[in-house]
């Protein structure tokens, strides 16, 4: 058995990635969960700073954390998954996206939390976020063109789309305005089995991070 480590599925975007990862490559793996009172869970959730205890996943006699590090090790031993493209074009554009996605967007993560439990109709995105919704858009708008949807890149999930479907809860928490093409795929995501799987792990988590806003 291989064991990840994740924090609040309401909260941890980073554990949502790994989990899906883990479940993508069919892994079958234990969950081990960091609690939300540990200062050091804490203080990632809130931005403060980065924290390397989730997600982790022990394989055998092999620990990686890091997202991107946990689904290159993934690949390598799960090749037939598909986590990553087997075409090399087609597979420097899902690593190109999913790194983008690693690395940035802080003005979105900071103003629109990953918070499954609450719901904010009409709520107002100020203007540094609108203009990271604007590229994530320009992202899956090209994905979706370039390889023929119905995901990223192709016709099943991959790695670049375990890194948005954060994304795509957070955009269904804020009621996002989206066109029908990227509301459609935020769509999609949010109604896979593993993500609903998730989802219901979260809406039935007693804990609640009063600096983020949950509401139930």
């Known amino acids: 058995m291989a064991t990840l480590t994740i924090s609040s599925k309401n909260y941890s975007s980073w ?3 790994g989990w899906l990862l883990c479940k993508m490559a ?7 969960r960091v609690p939300l009172d540990d200062p050091d ?14 997600p982790r996943l022990v394989h055998e006699d092999v620990t990686v954390w890091d997202t991107l590090a946990i689904a290159a090790f993934l690949n390598e031993v799960f090749p037939q998954a598909g986590l990553l493209p087997a075409d090399r074009a087609v597979r420097a554009h899902c690593l190109s996206i999913s790194g983008e996605m690693h690395s940035g967007f802080a003005n979105m993560r900071s103003a629109l939390p990953m918070n499954i439990k609450a719901h904010y109709p ?6 540094g976020a609108q203009a990271d919704i604007e590229r994530i858009v320009a992202i ?5 063109t370039a390889h023929g949807g119905p995901f990223l890149m192709g016709a099943a999930p991959t790695l670049a789309d375990a890194m948005y479907a954060p994304v795509c809860s957070r955009f269904t928490t804020y009621d996002v305005k989206l066109d029908a093409e990227c509301d459609a795929y935020r769509a999609r995501i949010m109604a896979l089995p593993l993500m609903q799987e998730w989802i219901s792990g979260a809406q039935n ?7 983020l806003g949950a509401e139930f």
């Open 41 to 54: 869970m804490k203080a990632e959730l809130l931005l403060l700073s980065p924290s390397f205890l989730v």
């Open 122 to 127: 009409g709520f107002k995105v100020w203007a």
């Open 15 to 17: 554990s949502l990635r």
């Open 26 to 32: 069919g892994l079958s793996f234990e969950e081990e």
């Open 205 to 211: 988590e007693p804990e609640e991070l009063e600096e």
């Open 140 to 144: 899956w708008r090209g994905c979706l």
